[in-house]
């Protein structure tokens, strides 16, 4: 059974840095590109940053590259997603998701994403 697991949201002032956590557990990572999304109230969620388990082929939302980067530590199963600099725009719920690296859908469309973590809360206090 495929679980990913978010850690790490919570609140914090403009200007802050927050470090979000996804564990996953139940697949066979090399085969997996892990990846970031956010949903802000009342918007779509959004793309921000997917990284190759296998190599090192990381993308970014144009946005947020400077701002956000992703790393990855696989003798924990975890992918991170380090924040700098928080916007009041940034506060959102954070989900991580998983995609069959060669599936042939782009890493910046949800759709092409198989399995979600329940997401983890964001907030930017201005």
């Known amino acids: 059974q495929v679980e990913l697991k978010e850690s790490g949201g919570g609140t914090a002032q403009t200007g802050g840095s927050l470090r979000l956590s996804c564990v996953a557990s139940?697949?066979?990572?090399?085969?997996?590109?892990l990846g970031w999304f956010r949903q802000a109230p009342e918007k779509e969620r959004e793309f921000v940053a997917a990284?190759?388990?296998?190599?090192?082929?990381?993308y970014y939302e144009g946005a947020v590259k400077g701002r956000f980067t992703i790393s990855k530590d696989n003798a924990k199963n975890t992918v991170y997603l380090q924040i700098e600099r928080l916007e009041p725009e940034d506060t959102a719920v954070y989900y991580c998701?998983?995609?069959?690296?060669?599936?042939?859908?782009?890493?910046?469309?949800?759709?092409?994403?198989?399995?979600w973590g329940q997401g983890t809360q964001v907030t930017v206090s201005s």
């Open positions: 139940g697949l066979t990572h090399s085969y997996y590109t």
């Open positions: 998701a998983a995609a069959r690296t060669h599936s042939g859908g782009s890493y910046f469309d949800a759709d092409t994403y198989v399995y």
């Open positions: 990284i190759n388990w296998s190599g090192d082929p990381t």
